[in-house]
């Protein structure tokens, strides 16, 4: 119990200090929300002054105030769950995260089930015949994927699958992205949920080829590791049937380390959306991060920040507990 309340009060900390980085870190960065609108409608042919009067007029905070009001202000309202109003969208944050946060759940949720159940099977399949020719490709793809930017293969994906082959192609609107046909209402009908999943393929397929070959290679680590222990050899000695060893001892116990990673993995469902999201033009979190960064939006940048920390401290607490539970040679003091 003392652990679990040590951790809690380390995760507030943890939470308060990252919302205090970010608050002061992307308004000290060069450039700022005011500049950026004049600008644009300085372009659109209004005189400089009018323009400044315009923007100053929408602006949800007090350009001139210090930077330690601003702050008192800001955490006032998240205190008391305002995370202020949006200069690009011209709509509370609030609003914009309940609009945001289901499309990347559900965009990022299935393709982390995906690449992790595609991962246990081949990687305690690659265990079995480690040195062939699939732990050999696996080993290859694993390195190139992680190396290469998983916004260059989104793109590569649209020309392959859109582009080129056609399988994923609007002849009125070129390759399909975007959340779902926007000729077609939203509602609880076949045709729009159909359309959701179709739309959904191309970004779910580059998230899955972007890590699911890290998840193989950590399930066939950790299965070579679990061949070597004694009660396998035992279970072996014994004329156990090779599935029942397969299943119950070798799969049961290899799997636990991977659980904590999933469970980090799913605190970091946000954050590791905003290349996919930008390259498909899909309305999550990722893209309101990514326009809220070009267009200095502080309030977006700040309530978005706040939802992937408090969405990666609560996973690894989460990890931390199911560990625990799931080996019980594992004990907090």
């Known amino acids: 119990m003392r652990w679990v ?80 109003r949006s200069i690009l969208y011209a709509a509370p944050v609030t609003q914009i995260l309940i609009y945001g946060i289901p499309w990347t759940v559900f965009l990022i949720s299935i393709s982390l089930i995906i690449s992790f159940s595609l991962g246990i099977v081949l990687g305690m399949y690659i265990a079995y015949k480690r040195g062939g020719i699939l732990d050999r490709f696996f080993s290859v793809f694993s390195s190139v994927t992680r190396a290469i930017p998983p916004y260059v293969i989104a793109v590569l994906v649209i020309i392959i699958l859109g582009v080129q082959l056609k399988l994923f192609w609007d002849p009125y609107r070129g390759p399909i992205i975007g959340p779902y ?36 290679l ?10 070597g222990e004694y009660y396998i050899m035992a279970a072996e000695a014994r004329g156990l049937p090779e599935r029942r060893i397969v299943i119950s001892y070798v799969g049961r116990n290899a799997i636990l380390p991977l659980f904590t990673s999933l469970a980090i993995a799913i605190g970091h469902i946000f954050s590791g959306s905003v290349f996919i999201e930008t390259v498909f033009s899909y ?42 539970k799931l080996d019980p040679r594992i004990r907090f003091r």
């Open 218 to 227: 950590q399930m066939k680590s950790s299965t070579v590791s679990v061949l």
């Open 5 to 84: 309340i040590r951790r809690l009060i380390t995760a507030a900390i943890t939470i308060f200090a990252s919302i205090t980085i970010v608050f002061f870190l992307i308004r000290v960065m060069p450039g700022n929300p005011i500049d950026v609108m004049v600008a644009q409608l300085i372009m659109q042919g209004l005189d400089p002054e009018e323009a400044y009067r315009r923007v100053l007029a929408i602006v949800p905070f007090v350009p001139t105030d210090p930077l330690w009001k601003q702050y008192i202000d800001y955490m006032r309202g998240v205190l008391s769950g305002d995370l202020g």
């Open 283 to 324: 309305p999550g979190i990722g893209r309101y991060i990514s326009a809220s960064i070009g267009g200095r939006d502080y309030m977006v940048i700040s309530g978005c920040f706040l939802i992937i920390t408090i969405a990666v401290v609560l996973s690894n607490l989460i990890a931390d507990l199911l560990y625990s």
């Open 181 to 216: 046909d926007p000729r077609l209402k939203p509602g609880f009908t076949l045709e729009f949920i159909s359309s959701v999943f179709y739309y959904a393929t191309l970004p779910i397929l580059s998230y899955v080829l972007t890590t699911f070959g890290i998840w193989v």
